[in-house]
């Protein structure tokens, strides 16, 4: 089994994000269907990377290949003092990256006209690499990332595929810019020039870097794979989180600690930073979309 190779396609400065409804009289397998069929034509002759996601409960007859806590993002996430993230979950969900503008919004024009038969686009949002690896915080993103090599087998173990947890955050810029750098810092539990961790004596429980750490029960910690874009204008901006796991349960616990519904520590970074979509889909390998893909008539 093969994972979706655009998961990993770094190097991409040109991003576009559809979220899709499917329509009341279509089949989710005519849906998926049509998005195999596009995403391989543009990823082969499209100079793009196309990433599918599917609402895990839609995907159609394969409920043994996907993650078994496979299901979207049906209710919001709430903390004890009332902080939600909200839960706005969609059937399908399709990531465009490449390195030209031009390219990665011909490729979108094209598959929202082709599956404009079988779904409504709810969502679509454009994002880009903000100084090479920072978002608009002015910190470093994606510092824990595993590796090139290992990022395959941590999020998609076997090739099969994987759960990716879709978030726009929008930013408080006011309030981050009202704050000294040790405060930020403080926030992050990182330095902000050069992303180095901060002891852990000094370490607030509330900062970011220790409520999005998850482990397991062993101590081991589950890793994830972050291909975040910055988003938006100067006035209105903020982060597109796209992280990427071999399942469900390690993002759900994140989204838990982030809002302090574990125990009632919440993260220091939703203080600035605003939660408006959320949803989870599951990331079928490219056999699983391959055999929905419609085939070729050799006389044609």
């Not at 196309?50 to 409960?57: K, N, Q």
């Not at 679509?124 to 090599?149: C, H, I, K, M």
Request: with cysteine.
């Amino acid at each position: 089994m093969t994972a979706q190779p655009g998961i990993f396609a770094l190097g991409t400065s040109e991003h576009c994000y559809l979220e899709l409804r499917l329509a009341p009289d279509a089949d989710p397998a005519q849906l998926v269907a049509s998005v195999a069929g596009h995403t391989e034509s543009l990823s082969t002759t499209g100079g793009v990377n196309v990433v599918v996601g599917v609402r895990p409960e839609l995907w159609p007859g394969l409920a043994d290949s996907r993650p078994e806590d496979g299901t979207g993002m049906n209710t919001p996430v709430v903390g004890p003092d009332g902080f939600t993230m909200p839960a706005t979950q969609r059937d399908v969900w399709i990531w465009v990256s490449g390195g030209s503008r031009t390219a990665v919004f011909d490729a979108t024009a094209a598959l929202t006209t082709a599956l404009a038969q079988v779904a409504t686009v709810e969502s679509e949002l454009d994002g880009w690499v903000y100084q090479q690896d920072r978002d608009l915080t002015g910190f470093v993103d994606g510092t824990e990332n595993p590796s090139a090599f290992d990022a395959p087998e941590i999020v998609a173990p076997g090739g099969e595929g994987s759960v990716v947890l879709v978030q726009v955050w929008q930013h408080d810029s006011a309030g981050l810019a009202a704050m000294s750098i040790d405060a930020q810092e403080a926030m992050m539990g990182r330095t902000k020039a050069d992303s180095v961790e901060l002891a852990e004596e000094v370490m607030p429980p509330s900062a970011h870097v220790p409520r999005t750490t998850v482990t397991s029960v062993d101590g081991e910690e589950l890793r994830i794979l972050r291909r975040n874009t910055a988003y938006g204008t100067p006035s209105k901006h903020g982060t597109i989180f796209v992280g990427f796991s071999a399942d469900r349960a390690r993002l759900q616990l994140m989204l838990d600690r982030m809002a302090g519904a574990v125990d009632g520590v919440r993260d220091e970074l939703t203080r600035v930073t605003t939660p408006l979509t959320g949803g989870y889909y599951y990331v079928p390998s490219l056999e699983g979309l391959a055999s929905y893909a419609p085939i070729d008539d050799p006389e044609d």
